[in-house]
T-cell receptor
């Protein structure tokens, strides 16, 4: 199994440009999420989803959109990039339900720089 | 909303010493408390977790303790080794928010030979 796959690994954008970070998982996980990681700030939750058609905001959702049309895919969209969105982005997924371990599986991360 | 505070932000120990990292939370409904390790340039990976009906869990040199009354949980690493050097994150799941998982700010542990 590939696990959680994120693309691209690196991206440089100019202020105002738009882009989509792709995330796919092949573990049939219900829960998928996006985090951003900044120095000294830990992993902050942007958006998450508990199944196809269901998404919700996390701690820092402003400037980002998500959708969940399939169980496997959870893209993160930046509609108008700003320098404050320079960060490392991680997609992560896990099973949910009372019998699940709850372990969150992370992708390798996407380093985004906004000039 | 739920948040989790993690201390210390940095920790430096000599090889062979013990290391303790503590996290506190506010919502008593939280029921799952994992710890993740992130080596430099890598993705975070689960190292140990504990559920709310358990007070302590051990796995070789690492252990986690949970005090639900005081709302804090701690990671204990004994006989530290240089390969334990990494950033450690505590986290929790709150069932009142679609089971979203929230992380602490992280602790950078340095183990010196």
């Amino acid at each position: 199994n590939a696990g959680v796959t994120q693309t691209p690994k690196f991206q440089v954008l100019k202020t105002g440009q738009s882009m989509t970070l792709q995330c796919a998982q092949d573990m049939n996980h219900e829960y998928m999420s996006w985090y951003r990681q900044d120095p000294g700030m830990g992993l902050r939750l942007i958006h998450y989803s508990v199944g196809a058609g269901i998404t919700d905001q996390g701690e820092v959702p402003n400037g980002y959109n998500v959708s969940r049309s399939t169980t496997e895919d959870f893209p993160l969209r930046l509609l108008s990039a700003a320098p404050s969105q320079t960060s490392v982005y991680f997609c992560a997924s896990r099973r949910t339900g009372t019998s699940a371990t709850g372990e969150l599986f992370f992708g390798e991360g996407s380093r985004l720089t906004v000039l | 909303g739920e948040n989790v505070e993690q201390h210390p932000s940095t920790l430096s120990v000599q090889e062979g010493d013990s290391a303790v990292i503590k996290c506190t939370y506010s919502d008593s409904a939280s029921n799952y408390f994992p710890w993740y390790k992130q080596e430099l340039g890598k993705r975070p990976q689960l190292i140990i977790d504990i559920r709310s009906n358990v007070g302590e869990k051990k796995d070789q040199r690492i252990a986690v303790t949970l005090n639900k009354t005081a709302k804090h949980f701690s990671l204990h690493i004994t006989e530290t080794q240089p390969e334990d050097s990494a950033v450690y994150f505590c986290a929790l799941v709150n069932p009142g928010g679609y089971n979203k998982l929230i992380f602490g700010a992280g602790t950078r542990l340095a183990v010196h030979p």
